[in-house]
T-cell receptor, first 115, second 115 residues
Framework: AQSVTQLGSHVSVSEGALVLLRCNYS??????LFWYVQYPNQGLQLLLK??????LVKGINGFEAEFKKSETSFHLTKPSAHMSDAAEYFC?????????????FGTGTRLTIIP | GAGVSQSPSNKVTEKGKDVELRCDPI?????LYWYRQRLGQGLEFLIY????????KSGLPSDRFSAERTGESVSTLTIQRTQQEDSAVYLC?????????????FGPGTRLLVL
């Protein structure tokens, strides 16, 4: 069974400051890892994903995440926050042995940007 | 179409009534998923369709929930005898479900309120 833990249901950062959203997972096999963003009243949009290869993955809007197997983590970062980054962010994991069935999502982190 | 579409966008119903939620996946996507997102919670997997294979219904919370898909096109999620705890946003996603094509693309969701 897989699970995802997102530390901090709410994170606030000042505009221009570093954004760090934490995600830890448990999986019996090397997983695929995803970050999705949900803007108010919109559907989820893929930010980035890790499947195989380079452990530092870059996504849209200046976000990136690093897969650290030893720490079972896939934290999301952005060097400088922008007001438009205010949204809810979801980390998700899937078992590649089962293709892309049943993404397991974390409970989400709501990011607030302080002007 | 350009993306996954869902209808209606909002649905208010009375306890005990049946509701049908519709999902139109991206053309050519063989895999289709339904998720439920309760207020303040992460996404909860409900059901997964892949081509002509038997659907994975392991996430359906009760026998009041059912879903159908016609070929590789439209899917309908039906909730019978709705209860107040069914109030949530119901999200549909589709993907190619092929190696290297694991990304699920989400629709905007149907916001269901059971009074």
């Amino acid at each position: 069974a897989q699970s995802v833990t997102q530390l901090g249901s709410h994170v606030s950062v000042s505009e221009g400051a570093l954004v760090l959203l934490r995600c830890n997972y448990s999986s019996s096999v090397p997983p695929y890892l995803f970050w999705y963003v949900q803007y108010p009243n919109q559907g989820l949009q893929l930010l980035l994903k890790y499947t195989t290869g380079a452990t530092l993955v870059k996504g849209i809007n200046g976000f990136e995440a690093e897969f650290k197997k030893s720490e079972t983590s896939f934290h999301l970062t952005k060097p400088s926050a922008h007001m438009s980054d205010a949204a809810e962010y979801f980390c998700a994991v899937s078992d590649p042995n089962f293709g892309n069935e049943k993404l397991t999502f974390g409970t989400g982190t709501r990011l607030t940007i302080i002007p | 179409g350009a993306g996954v579409s869902q209808s209606p966008s909002n649905k208010v119903t009375e306890k005990g009534k049946d509701v049908e939620l519709r999902c139109d996946p991206i053309s050519g996507h063989t895999a289709l998923y339904w998720y439920r997102q309760r207020l303040g919670q992460g996404l909860e997997f409900l059901i997964y369709f892949q081509g002509n294979s038997a659907p994975d219904k392991s996430g359906l919370p009760s026998d009041r929930f059912s879903a159908e898909r016609t070929g590789e096109s439209v899917s309908t999620l039906t909730i019978q005898r709705t209860q107040q705890e069914d109030s949530a946003v119901y999200l549909c996603a589709s993907s190619l479900d092929a190696p290297g094509q694991e990304t699920q693309y989400f629709g905007p969701g149907t916001r269901l309120l059971v009074l």
